[in-house]
């Protein structure tokens, strides 16, 4: 029996190789545009695939394609994880 649990954190709060799906982001009108045009959405599933020491860029896979986000706006993306 499956007992995963869904969680919503930030980006920043997700470890290494969990998954989930982007559900919202919390910056203004410029950072949600800059986000999208890189094809960060609200419902697309998004891979972390490592961060650095002392609030550095998090690097992360959507759709085959990896991508670093700075630490601050990363704070600002909020997915669902299941642990």
């Not at 960060?40 to 992360?60: A, E, L």
């Amino acid at each position: 029996m499956n007992m995963a649990q869904q969680t919503v954190t930030n980006l920043t709060e997700m470890r290494a190789g969990e998954a989930g799906v982007i559900i919202e982001f919390t910056g203004g009108h410029k950072m949600a545009s800059r986000l999208q045009s890189m094809g960060m959405r609200p419902g697309k599933k998004i891979i972390k695939v490592s961060s650095h020491f002392w609030q550095g860029p998090q690097t992360v896979e959507i759709e085959n394609i990896q991508l670093a986000i700075g630490f601050g706006m990363a704070k600002k993306i909020f997915v669902k994880v299941e642990r």
